[in-house]
């Protein structure tokens, strides 16, 4: 079986800070890499970040750009987000996600999905 959970979601106030993970099983880890996505209500999924298992690059969309800090521990099988300065914005269900066939920012090129973990930024 293949399985991706998130977990570290909640509520916060704008400027604060939270730390999402995400445990894979059933993954050969370095053949994929793996992103983050969120989705808030009426709106379409959106990239967030992605790293290589392999090298550990990363990459990020614009908006957490200097915010966010995407990792990952290959002895632990898990990935993190670790989020900084938090704004209203960021409010979404947030999604790790695993991509076998390269590096991507589409949704569509992802192959296999966590069930998500909601992310609430007050003001």
């Known amino acids: 079986q293949v399985q991706l959970v998130e977990s570290g979601g909640g509520l916060v106030q704008a400027g604060g800070s939270l730390r999402l993970s995400c445990a894979a099983s059933?993954?050969?880890?370095?053949?994929?890499?793996m992103g983050w996505f969120r989705q808030a209500p009426g709106k379409e999924r959106e990239f967030v970040a992605r790293?290589?298992?392999?090298?550990?690059?990363?990459y990020y969309a614009d908006s957490v750009k200097g915010r966010f800090t995407i990792s990952r521990d290959n002895a632990r099988n898990t990935v993190y987000l670790q989020m900084n300065s938090l704004k209203p914005e960021d409010t979404a269900v947030y999604y790790c996600?695993?991509?076998?066939?390269?590096?991507?920012?589409?949704?569509?090129?992802?192959?296999?999905w966590g069930q998500g973990t909601q992310v609430t930024v007050s003001s």
């Open positions: 996600a695993a991509d076998a066939r390269g590096s991507s920012n589409r949704v569509s090129d992802y192959d296999i």
């Open positions: 059933g993954l050969t880890f370095t053949r994929y890499t």
């Open positions: 790293v290589s298992w392999i090298s550990g690059s990363t």
